[in-house]
């Protein structure tokens, strides 16, 4: 079976994908499979990117970076399922982030 691309998965397919990969690096977190881990976290990451409308992501606004938190990010522009732009504060560099690990700064608080 070839594996299918997270661009061509339903909503319910991306979630239980996410499931997967999640359950995929808790359990190589208990076993101290550090990079093993990382790898499976990052795939969920990109998973969670196609469950989410690029055209919420809007050029020139702040996001908070969910996987860190007091950090800001200033999104320049979008490409796919990837944000561009430059973190605040420290040094200016360009930068692409999936757009799942940003969160609106307007919403709820």
């Not at 990117?49 to 007091?70: A, H, Q, W």
């Not at 950090?71 to 200016?92: D, S």
Request: proline content about 5%.
């Amino acid at each position: 079976m070839s594996e299918k691309k997270y661009s061509d998965m339903s909503e319910q397919e991306l979630r239980t994908e996410i499931a997967n990969l999640k359950e995929k690096a808790r359990k190589a977190e208990q076993l101290g499979i550090v990079n093993e881990y990382a790898v499976y976290e990052r795939k969920a990451t990109m998973a969670q990117s196609f469950l989410i409308d690029p055209s919420t992501i809007k050029p020139g606004e702040l996001y908070r970076i969910t996987s860190d938190p007091g950090v800001f990010f200033q999104v320049e522009y979008l490409k796919g399922r990837f944000a561009w732009g430059y973190r605040l504060g420290g040094v200016k560099y360009e930068e692409a982030l999936p757009i799942s690990l940003l969160e609106p700064l307007k919403e709820g608080k």
